[in-house]
């Protein structure tokens, strides 16, 4: 193919040779004959070296493909890119990257002349903005000739997919500890020496312990040990995503529903290091996604690759199916974590939640204040108008959460700032307390 300049090039020869023969110049004339011949020739020769450019011309392999990413965090791509054609040709070489990843070092574009049996390799780092699944690929090669007057394109198989899921800081995880709050001495453990089935350590036998935890084997006249376990207290979680347009409000990237899937991705994140069972139900006027219960690194996995696939679609969320969908699905009680915008009618919610409290199941609220989603407007006309629909939006929401609160539902807002130190305050004192407030 003739590029942009080829075809500057050509056109001001054919443009020189009109001139020539309407001045019968002859100086002209041969200006026009060379720089159309001269172009011509190249054009010809670039298209006879490149015949049949093709993708089999390259052997391509990815370095350590990252397919997991977490949002906000660095992710880094490298390829390999061996050229096994016939003979070499000046080449730009680039990764095809999602506009969402920021490249922070490196670049996925590289320009050289690429001799036969040569390598090159594309080595950069890149910053995912949103949560979803991308692709990064295919790679292309564009092959010019050196005076950049054609080309040839070829798109190599290498397309990777990649999962940028929801920030699980799991250092930070561990930095928490395993202490929360207590009523009395301010922490309390959420494992306990006492008779459960994982061991802990031994010790020697002290007044009031098992005799049927005494280690005979480590034991002696004089000393009797005995083992110690760890006593589990386990509890089960259902974190509830409503998935109805509502919860798409906010800037891009940081929509009520982001900041309900981050905060999510957390809990199930230091969960894993507990005991407790976690469950996931993502509902709009049906379910969307559902995952039972579970607990371990393995299930937390499964629930943050499920929070990687949902959004917010057209549609309004039913509160009242979602608590008859859980109402039939779990089999013991739980402390239900729903992050809603209540924008939904709930003339039927008294009934609905009085059913769903009677199999022993408690619900929690977490409700976007959509206005304090958006950075603050600019401009006296932009103020009056944002001024007006955040009073509608707040009358609305002011009635939505007397309705939930008269049941007795604890509720908790939030904001830009996001809602993962809100959950995790609730999620301590619902181990420590039973209750939250």
Known sequence: MITQRGWAVIAAGLATFAVA????????????????????????????????????????????????????????FAITLTHVGPRGFWAEVYDTVPASFDVVDGAPRLQSWWARGASMTLAYAVRPT?????????????????????FRVTVLPTRLTVTVAPPFPTTRVTQLGHRMPNRISGSTLLRRRGFGTEFRSLRPYGPGDDVRSIAWKRSTPEQLIVRESEQESREEFVVVLDAGAAMGSGPAGATAFDHATDAAGLLSSYVAHREDRLGLLVYSDQK??????????????????????????????????????LATRLRGRAQVLAFTALNTP????????????THGHRLHLFVPRIPGLYPAPTGSLSTAAVDLATRIEEARATVALTTVRRRGVPTFLYDQSGATARLLTVYSRLRAWGVAW
């Open 346 to 357: 709930l003339t039927n919610f008294p009934r609905d939640h009085a059913e769903f409290a």
């Open 288 to 325: 969307v996604e559902w995952i039972p219960p579970g607990r371990g690194a393995r299930h937390a996995l499964t629930v943050a690759h499920s929070l990687t696939r949902v959004h917010p679609a057209p549609g309004t969320f039913d509160i009242g199916g979602a608590l008859r969908f």
């Open 21 to 76: 023969l309407f001045t019968l110049n002859l100086l002209i004339f041969l200006i026009a004959i060379i720089v159309v011949a001269v172009a011509a020739t190249e054009i010809v020769t670039f298209s006879l070296t490149t015949w049949k450019f093709q993708p089999s011309w390259f052997v391509p392999s990815r370095i350590d493909p990252r397919e997991r990413i977490g949002s906000g965090g660095i992710g880094i």
């Open 130 to 150: 949103f949560r979803g699944v991308y692709a990064v690929g295919p790679t292309i090669v564009v092959a010019h000739d050196p005076m950049g007057l054609a």
